[in-house]
Nanobody, 118 residues
Framework: QVQVVESGGGLVQAGGSLRLSCSVS????????MGWYRQIPGKQRELVAS???????NYADFVKGRFTISRVYLKNTLHLQMNSLKPEDTGAYFC????????????WGQGTQVTVSS
């Protein structure tokens, strides 16, 4: 069974940095797309950044120039380097992995909390 586990969240001051990591276990098949989403209380979950198995990255406008997504394809490992953090970046960050063969579908982690203090 596929498991998605995030790590690296925490408390940081505005202007600081955090690096989130996500690992996918339970399959040897590479995910087609992996991504980071965040959920702020009272709002819907929204895309932060995603990356395909061709290393094509896509960013939400509110993180462009501040966040960088990267992955190790064969290890189904995903990272999100977050710089110049703002209080409005506070929220639960979730990793997902989309497979088109094998464990087909989208698999989500439980999330990791990021809190940015002003």
């Amino acid at each position: 069974q596929v498991q998605v586990v995030e790590s690296g969240g925490g408390l940081v001051q505005a202007g600081g940095s955090l690096r989130l990591s996500c690992s996918v276990s339970g399959t040897l098949i590479g995910a087609k797309t992996m991504g980071w989403y965040r959920q702020i209380p009272g709002k819907q979950r929204e895309l932060v950044a995603s990356i395909t198995n061709s290393d094509d990255a896509n960013y939400a406008d509110f993180v462009k120039g501040r966040f960088t997504i990267s992955r190790v394809y064969l290890k189904n490992t995903l990272h999100l380097q977050m710089n110049s953090l703002k209080p409005e970046d506070t929220g639960a960050y979730f990793c997902n992995a989309q497979f088109i063969v094998g464990p087909r579908g989208i698999h989500w982690g439980q999330g990791t909390q990021v809190t940015v203090s002003s």
